[in-house]
């Protein structure tokens, strides 16, 4: 029965470890260790609520500005406005932001917070697919330096997943690889114009953002834009449509949990009217939509999160277990890393409680793509530019607005594959392509219904773009939400005596590589492996197997590292292997240190 050992798993951003175990005879087993604890929510204990959204951005590198987003939501639903805004506004509730989703944050505030944070998204997709995962797709050996990674067998990429016909030379995604660096920066750059800097901003701010955008604002932000669009046109979605083409087997692995998840993303409702969205809120499950009519906060409302298998204080009986972040709690138990017992992970379970199940759900592009197709989401962008360089994706024939869901059918079409193979490990990969696209195009100076420079100037570019609400004298709390590059992102505050009380974050990661709940229940990302488990077992070539698991668990998006082990049962190194940044896989004497 060996047992595979992927300590820090590499390419992606965090501190991951991953143990396979594939018996002779049975199931294969996963556990997604998260290897570092933070503590965050203890920092942020006892300070001014309005740090939160500077604190808080710390959590993460490559999307700090997602945590300001939700952490400044947190605030916008705990406290409330004055006496001259409401009750005059109409809403039934002071909170900046209601229950519901309406909001007393001005027009311009909402649409400025949106292109801050579509900036980001657009960046951290780009980054995912060529600097994080595209090299596990392409044997790039015969492009020489800088790009001669190479396998310690001759089988190679050949033997992976049966059907599939590896690129011989991967010469267009390499080369786009280094282009990729310069579209990072350029959103970067479009996301500082409104911001002040990136990345850690300092614009979004409970009831708005800090920014009065000027004209040369709009212009210098729309021609960066623009600039990624092409790209994202002509490299990034054909690159991945290549990918798919080589790898089709991929569109049929890696379907569960079949739970998705998503809060929904970008407010697009103008002043106090009803919340509409980008991307559509809802649990997916069942192979059906549900829950989608619900607020913010009613949907919120039925997360929990468990600790039976993570190194966190339980409590007597349990009564830290399976809580509301409202009531969660984070006491770290290190006694439980060293004590041979269940516990492997830092990271708490996250599951969404529906029909009296605690479900396992997995978060992400791929399921708010799906979840805005299956709902029909009506928002619609345009692919016109606002310049005379315009590129639209070759065989989309997208013409002048479009949705999602018109996004989805005809991009599958260029693949040959239903709408059913979104749930998938290609499936993971192409959402983020499509969703790339979509919320480029709905930030563009266009004229689809959809289009926020275009609103933003409409509006008046000296409009109102934040609303002033003090703490409150009494105790309140608020629920935050942001559908951000890795999935759907929670905060969570208390606040008493003017101060923070009780804070909980739970981000995307921790669903997506959640530990088992106090049940036994795998998380999504374990499952996803354990699924692939047969193809992982069928392999005689190492490679084979440490590659196959790398595309699978690259799709999501964690963290960062390198070193890959082999052990037997007892624990003793069977091999040691070390696989760079490149894909490169070499195995290196047992005494060598990684």
């Given at each position: 029965m060996p047992t595979i050992i992927i300590d820090p798993l590499t390419r992606?951003?965090?501190?991951?470890?991953?143990?396979?175990?594939?018996?002779?005879?049975?199931?294969?087993?996963?556990?997604?260790?998260?290897?570092?604890?933070?503590?965050?929510?203890?920092?942020?204990?006892?300070?001014?609520?309005?740090?939160?959204?500077?604190?808080?951005?710390?959590?993460?590198?490559?999307?700090?500005?997602?945590?300001?987003?939700?952490?400044?939501?947190?605030?916008?639903?705990?406290?409330?406005?004055?006496?001259?805004?409401?009750?005059?506004?109409?809403?039934?509730?002071?909170?900046?932001?209601?229950?519901?989703?309406?909001?007393?944050?001005?027009?311009?505030?909402?649409?400025?917070?949106?292109?801050?944070?579509?900036?980001?998204?657009?960046m951290s997709h780009i980054t995912h697919f060529y600097h994080l995962a595209a090299l596990d797709f392409v044997d790039a050996s015969s492009l020489g330096a800088p790009f001669s990674p190479t396998y310690s067998t001759s089988a190679g990429l050949t033997a992976l997943l049966p059907g599939s016909t590896p690129m011989p030379n991967g010469q267009s995604v390499v080369s786009n690889y280094v282009e990729a660096l310069t579209m990072r920066r350029k959103m970067h750059s479009a996301g500082a114009v409104f911001s002040g800097r990136q990345p850690i901003q300092h614009a979004i701010i409970p009831g708005g953002v800090t920014t009065l955008p000027t004209a040369s604002d709009v212009v210098v932000f729309a021609n960066l834009l623009d600039t990624v669009r092409n790209f994202i046109n002509t490299a990034y979605i054909p690159d991945v449509v290549t990918v798919a083409?080589?790898?089709?087997?991929?569109?049929?692995?890696?379907?569960?949990?079949?739970?998705?998840?998503?809060?929904?993303?970008?407010?697009?409702?103008?002043?106090?009217?009803?919340?509409?969205?980008?991307?559509?809120?809802?649990?997916?499950?069942?192979?059906?939509?549900?829950?989608?009519?619900?607020?913010?906060?009613?949907?919120?409302?039925?997360v929990k999160e468990f600790v039976g298998y993570s190194y966190y204080d339980a409590g007597a009986l349990g009564q830290n277990d399976g809580l509301h972040p409202f009531a969660g709690v984070t006491l770290p138990d290190v006694s439980k890393v060293t004590s041979g017992g269940q516990a492997y992970s830092w990271l708490k379970a996250p599951r969404y409680t529906y029909g009296g199940n605690d479900l396992v759900c997995e978060v992400g592009p791929m399921p708010r793509v799906v979840l805005s197709i299956a709902t029909g989401n009506p928002a619609s962008v345009s692919e016109a530019k606002c310049t005379s360089s315009s590129v639209p994706v070759a065989g989309l024939g997208l013409g002048g607005s479009y949705t999602i869901a018109n996004l989805g059918t005809t991009a599958l079409g260029l693949v040959s594959q239903a709408s059913t193979a979104l749930i998938s490990i290609l499936g993971r990969y192409a959402c983020r392509a499509l969703e790339c696209k979509f919320i480029a195009d709905a930030?563009?100076?266009?004229?689809?219904?959809?289009?926020?420079?275009?609103?933003?100037?409409?509006?008046?570019?000296?409009?109102?773009?934040?609303?002033?609400?003090?703490?409150?004298?009494?105790?309140?709390?608020?629920?935050?939400?942001?559908?951000?590059g890795r999935g759907s992102l929670g905060h969570w505050i208390t606040i008493e005596n003017k101060r923070i009380k009780n804070y909980q974050c739970v981000v995307p990661t921790t669903w997506n590589h959640s530990p088992r709940d106090t049940a036994g229940n795998p998380g999504p990302a374990e499952q996803v492996i354990q699924e692939v488990g047969p193809v992982l077992a069928g392999y005689t070539n190492t490679d084979d197997i440490i590659i196959t698991a790398l595309r699978a668990l690259h799709a999501y998006d964690f963290c960062i590292a390198c070193a890959v082990h082999f052990v037997r049962p007892d624990g003793s190194t069977i091999a040691k292997f070390k696989t760079d940044s490149d894909g490169r896989v070499v195995r290196i004497p047992h005494d060598e240190e990684i």
């Open positions: 992606i951003e965090g501190h991951s470890k991953w143990v396979i175990t594939i018996p002779t005879a049975g199931s294969v087993t996963a556990k997604a260790e998260g290897t570092m604890f933070r503590g965050f929510e203890n920092i942020l204990m006892r300070r001014d609520p309005r740090d939160a959204p500077i604190l808080t951005q710390r959590i993460c590198g490559v999307c700090p500005t997602a945590h300001a987003e939700a952490s400044a939501r947190c605030l916008d639903n705990a406290l409330e406005v004055g006496s001259t805004v409401w009750p005059a506004s109409g809403l039934p509730q002071a909170k900046i932001t209601n229950d519901d989703g309406r909001t007393h944050i001005p027009k311009n505030g909402r649409i400025l917070r949106n292109l801050i944070h579509g900036a980001d998204t657009v083409n080589a790898y089709p087997t991929y569109w049929t692995v890696g379907t569960s949990p079949g739970n998705l998840l998503s809060y929904g993303g970008f407010p697009i409702q103008s002043g106090t009217a009803a919340e509409t969205l980008l991307l559509s809120r809802g649990l997916y499950t069942g192979g059906s939509p549900v829950l989608t009519t619900l607020g913010p906060t009613s949907f919120l409302s039925n930030m563009a100076e266009t004229a689809a219904p959809v289009a926020w420079l275009t609103e933003l100037q409409a509006n008046g570019l000296t409009s109102p773009v934040y609303v002033h609400a003090k703490l409150p004298n009494k105790p309140k709390q608020g629920a935050g939400w942001a559908e951000v």
